[in-house]
T-cell receptor, first 113, second 115 residues
């Protein structure tokens, strides 16, 4: 069974540019989450999808971040325009409805220069 | 307020010995879950063990056990018979029922296993 897949694994962009991160959850997992870890800080929740609906986006830092999950399958997280403080590792996780265990991907290391 | 506190930034352990990673948590919720994840150098967050707040027995998964002390709000991870492959960063996390399905993470503890 394939795990949670994220790409790219690394992205280096300049301030002001746009970047789109993609997450493919485990097949059949209706819950999809985005988390991020900025340098020196804890991993923080960004948002939660149930199928294609945003269940909770209270962790999204500002309106430069846009997450979508069309069709309830893969998800994208777009940062536009990127700022220096957006640098960090962005994790995606998925789970089945009603289960506790979250499966995480390997993350996308985003560097904004 | 910090929900999860991991006070050990880094630890060294000798191969084949046991190691305990500390985790304390803060919640007023009666229903919550506690998790430990391992992050090796490859970057992936690997689920290790889960303890529900109503579970009466400590969770165990192979060489991993969770020492759950509810009154002290402590959820320490014990790794027995350490292996070189255990070298990684370890995160303690909590999910509170009142907070939906969000996980709150601690700062992590880096474990280095020495041969």
């Amino acid at each position: 069974e394939a795990g949670v897949t994220q790409f790219p694994s690394h992205s280096v962009i300049e301030k002001g540019q746009t970047v789109t991160l993609r997450c493919d959850p485990i097949s059949g997992h209706d819950n999809l989450y985005w988390y991020r870890r900025v340098m020196g800080k804890e991993i923080k929740f960004l948002l939660h999808f149930v199928k294609e609906s945003k269940q909770d986006e209270s962790g999204m830092p500002n309106n430069r971040f846009l997450a979508e999950r069309t069709g309830g399958t893969y998800s994208t997280l777009k940062v536009q325009p990127a700022e220096l403080e957006d640098s960090g590792v962005y994790f995606c996780a998925s789970s089945q409805i009603g289960t506790e265990r979250l499966f995480f991907g390997s993350g996308t290391q985003l560097s904004v220069l | 307020a910090q929900k999860i506190t991991q006070t050990q930034p880094g630890m060294f352990v000798q191969e084949k010995e046991a190691v305990t990673l500390d985790c304390t948590y803060d919640t007023s919720d009666q229903s919550y879950g506690l998790f430990w994840y391992k992050q090796p150098s490859s970057g992936e967050m690997i689920f290790l063990i889960y303890q529900g707040s109503y579970d009466e027995q400590n969770a165990t998964e192979g060489r991993y056990s969770l020492n759950f002390q509810k009154a002290r709000k402590s959820a320490n991870l014990v790794i027995s018979a350490s292996q070189l492959g255990d070298s990684a960063m370890y995160f303690c996390a909590m999910r509170e029922a009142v907070d939906g399905y969000k996980l709150s993470f601690g700062a992590g503890t880096t474990v280095t296993v020495r041969a």
